[in-house]
């Protein structure tokens, strides 16, 4: 199991009604003590499909775990 602590979410607006999302913190795998740091960015974008209005889909995603 995967254990993750946020510790900040920074967001902003992105081209085609889109949000921008940076989120840092850090996981733990099975319960392991040492927690890794993570940066994660996600770009999500309003579903172009007209049947799901106020739907949203993950247009990029860029993760990454920060080497300690």
């Known amino acids: ?18 949000v921008l999302i ?6 733990s795998i099975d319960g392991s003590a040492d927690a890794l ?8 974008l309003p579903d172009p499909d007209p049947d799901r209005p106020g ?5 990029n995603q860029i993760r990454r775990v920060v080497p300690v």
């Open 1 to 18: 199991m995967t254990k993750h602590q946020v510790d900040v979410i920074d967001a902003q607006p992105s081209p085609g009604d889109g």
């Open 22 to 27: 940076h989120v840092t913190g850090t996981f």
């Open 37 to 44: 740091p993570f940066a994660d960015t996600v770009n999500l």
């Open 55 to 59: 739907r949203s889909y993950i247009h």
